[in-house]
């Protein structure tokens, strides 16, 4: 689809940029020292800092992915949602007071409060650099994403204004800048998320030929074969041999695909597909160029349902229940992307999209999407990628270095707890209406079947120009909250961890904050590299990577030093390191990593399954329990209690 | 923090993991049964999905509402 950018976008994109760096530039008087640039002194009210978590937390993969993932397929984007949310039960019932009474700027302090070991600091940095960069890349490809349709640049401009943005607001004025930002995401994200869901509710469903620019797609048949299907078909040469395409001539003289779908009883339909194709010469759309002049064409906008329930037009509003009711008795056309691109005469490629009718109680079931398909099938590699999913999912919240270190700006543990359950309570109600959004976006007919991280600012644009406008601006807003703090705990770590504690440079407190502003830089400037570099990749996929990084590194130690006496700084490091090491191994060696970063065959990848957590995270627990038995009889026991 | 906001948050940990663990399990090996449509209907694995949400949502305040604080100026008791 070809964007135009939307003034109005622009004005309230604008504003919302504008008060950002405002209040960044009126509240960095409050941080020069390291507490208050690291933990804003410990002083930020817990019910700020509850939506700050939200806002923190509720990341690009939340927003863009994972309404994008349900738009798409369905059901199966809302586990994610509910790995989400269930990760934050052990953040609060296990992590949250002991983090808040033993740290005090970074996720290592708190691992290293017994020890005082370098080696502890060192493994703890490191891994906090890793998954803050694991984590970045999707926020990073969200901005690209969004700016798109938004200001009409393309993808990189998006990437390099956040970066450029976050580093101003992290640079200006530390943690109680990022908190208030991330506070005012949060808060607006979820209540205009609610404002979206009310209105997909009052508007119901209705059933359509096509989406929201009145393209009606052509059905010919059911025939008893091809031929009888009515079109005159052009010849099958090149690629276009033994694929389940047709194609046909109209009477403009316009090449049009047609996907081949048999049925049960050998009766063939023909519905009409979309194609993009790749040429020396440019890129055509559905056999034109691509453009917006007489004789050119762009994809057209899809996401529809075809039949409702008695075959009635449209439902009128629906409620929470009846909403799912009414979707799980309809039919709904899903476009899918043609597993190969088609080699043209003249050397060019087409990408081949085309229309899959779907009964609604599939769309309602897990299984669907490709990260998923693994609970449908009889091998037991498939079963455990899932099982190994939602465990990471589970446990890496309470193990991501950003969300950890927003307990030290409360002032207690009790403020620590208090601020968790607000955070549950906000997080957990936008994880709600993901699944209304997902599926209000599913059948909107705004889809870009190109893009399904743009499933949630064309839902909006397709209800209102405000309402996208503003939903836009939240959204790139909710790229700066998560960004500021993945950059803050990565300028933090590599400050006090690495730097001062590791390489024992003796800093004072005002040179602490200078290398931090200095560091945050250089973080901003990778992750706008990787931002442009990932443009191609779910949001949600890319996040779920970080979760397992974050959960086999840090986790097994975290839990460990919080729970058992007999936990030694040998067994720590150890466990860091084999659990980061291992779960990065796992993942670059992957069937995932294999088809979507290197361009292979995932018949080539070295591992039977793409996640790891079910093998790394019990691997971490596994090697601190072990080097700690082997080391524990050479720690004092001063060293032990802590003392 | 407190032995018994610890012994509380391990207690309510394990309820709420049996729980999930119970929604991975169902997807994972029986699948089929999360189509199923028992009330209003709706599938299992939305009911069951929102179950979850609202269930964290409710150990939360429930931990929340249990939890004693020390009073100010008594010595922290460390359970771990």
């Known amino acids: 689809m070809i964007y135009e950018p939307s003034w109005l976008a622009i004005g309230v994109f604008t504003l919302f940029v504008g008060f950002t760096l405002g209040l960044s530039f009126y509240l960095g008087r409050n941080a020069k020292s390291s507490a208050g640039y690291f933990a804003a002194h410990g002083q930020i009210p817990w019910f700020v800092n509850g939506i700050a978590f939200a806002g923190d937390y509720l990341s690009a993969a939340s927003f863009l992915g994972i309404c994008g993932m349900i738009a798409f397929y369905g059901y199966d984007g809302f586990l994610y949602s509910i790995g989400y949310l269930a990760g934050w039960i052990v953040a609060l019932f296990v992590i949250a007071e002991p983090m808040k009474r033993f740290g005090k700027f970074t996720f290592a302090d708190a691992l290293d409060a017994r020890f005082h070991s370098r080696g502890i600091k060192l493994v703890a940095g490191i891994s906090t650099l890793v998954v803050s960069l694991f984590y970045l890349i999707p926020q990073m490809v969200g901005a690209g994403v969004l700016i798109q349709p938004l200001l009409g640049f393309p993808h990189w401009v998006g990437v390099v204004l956040v970066g450029a943005t976050v580093i101003v607001i992290v640079v200006t004025a530390g943690m109680v800048s990022t908190t208030y930002v991330q506070f005012l995401k949060g808060s607006l994200l979820v209540f205009f998320a609610a404002i979206l869901a009310w209105i997909i509710l009052a508007r119901g469903f209705e059933a359509k030929l096509g989406g929201n620019d009145g393209y009606a797609f052509k059905v010919m048949g059911p025939a008893t074969s091809v031929e009888a299907c009515g079109v005159e078909l052009l010849p099958a040469d090149g690629g276009w041999e033994k694929i389940p395409f047709v194609r046909s001539r109209d009477a403009d003289g316009r090449i049009v695909v047609w996907h081949v779908e048999t049925n049960s009883a050998g009766e063939v339909t023909l519905r009409e597909s979309q194609t993009v194709t790749q040429t020396v010469s440019g890129v055509f759309v559905n056999g034109q160029p691509l453009g917006r002049k007489p004789g050119e064409a762009q994809l057209h906008p899809v996401g529809y349902i075809s039949r409702l329930p008695g075959d009635v037009q449209s439902t009128g509003g629906l409620g929470p229940l009846s909403f799912f009711s009414t979707l799980q008795q309809s039919e709904v056309v899903l476009w899918e992307k043609a597993k190969e691109k088609v080699a043209e005469a003249d050397g060019g490629f087409t990408t081949i999209y085309y229309p899959k009718l779907t009964p609604g109680s599939r769309v309602l079931r897990p299984g669907e999407h490709p990260t998923f398909q693994g609970i449908r099938s009889e091998k037991i590699f498939d079963k455990l990628n899932f099982l190994s999913l939602m465990l990471a999912l589970f446990c890496g919240t309470a193990s991501l270095p950003h969300i950890l270190i927003r307990y030290y700006t409360v002032k207690d543990e009790r403020s620590a707890r208090r601020s968790t359950i607000v955070g549950i309570a906000s997080i957990g109600c936008f994880y709600v209406l993901t699944l209304y959004l997902g599926l209000g976006a599913m059948t909107s007919g705004a889809l870009d079947v190109t893009n399904s991280n743009m499933a949630a600012p064309l839902l909006a644009k397709g209800l209102s120009e405000w309402l996208f406008a503003i939903i836009s601006a939240i959204a790139f807003t909710t790229v700066l909250g998560t960004v500021s703090g993945l950059i803050l705990a990565s300028s933090g770590a590599v400050t006090h961890d690495l730097l001062m504690n590791v390489l024992g440079w003796k800093l004072t407190d005002h040179e602490q904050v200078r290398v931090a502003k200095l560091t945050s830089v250089v973080v901003g400037a990778v992750a706008i590299v990787l931002g442009i570099l990932f443009e191609k990749m779910n949001v949600s996929y890319l996040v779920g990577w970080a979760f397992s990084v974050a959960a086999s590194a840090n986790l097994p130690s975290l839990v460990m030093v919080l729970f058992w006496q007999g936990v030694t700084r040998q067994g720590v490091i150890a466990a860091v390191a084999v659990g980061m090491t291992t779960s990065l191994a796992w993942i670059l060696l992957s069937a995932e990593s294999y088809t979507q970063v290197y361009g292979l065959s995932a018949a080539n990848a070295w591992v039977p399954f793409s996640q790891p957590g079910i093998i790394t995270i019990p691997l971490g627990f596994l090697t601190l329990v072990a080097v700690s038995l082997l080391t524990g009889r050479n720690i004092s026991p001063a060293v032990v209690d802590g003392t | ?80």
């Open chain 2, 1 to 80: 923090m407190s032995g018994w906001n610890a012994r509380l948050g391990v207690v309510l940990f394990c309820v709420y993991s049996l729980m999930y663990a119970g929604f991975v399990f169902l997807n994972a090996f029986w699948p089929d049964s999360m189509e199923r449509t028992p009330w209003a209907g709706v599938n299992w694995a939305i009911l069951y999905g929102f179950g979850l949400i609202f269930a964290a949502f409710a150990l939360a305040i429930l931990y929340g509402l249990l939890c004693h604080d020390p009073s100010p100026g008594s010595d922290v008791e460390d359970s771990h």
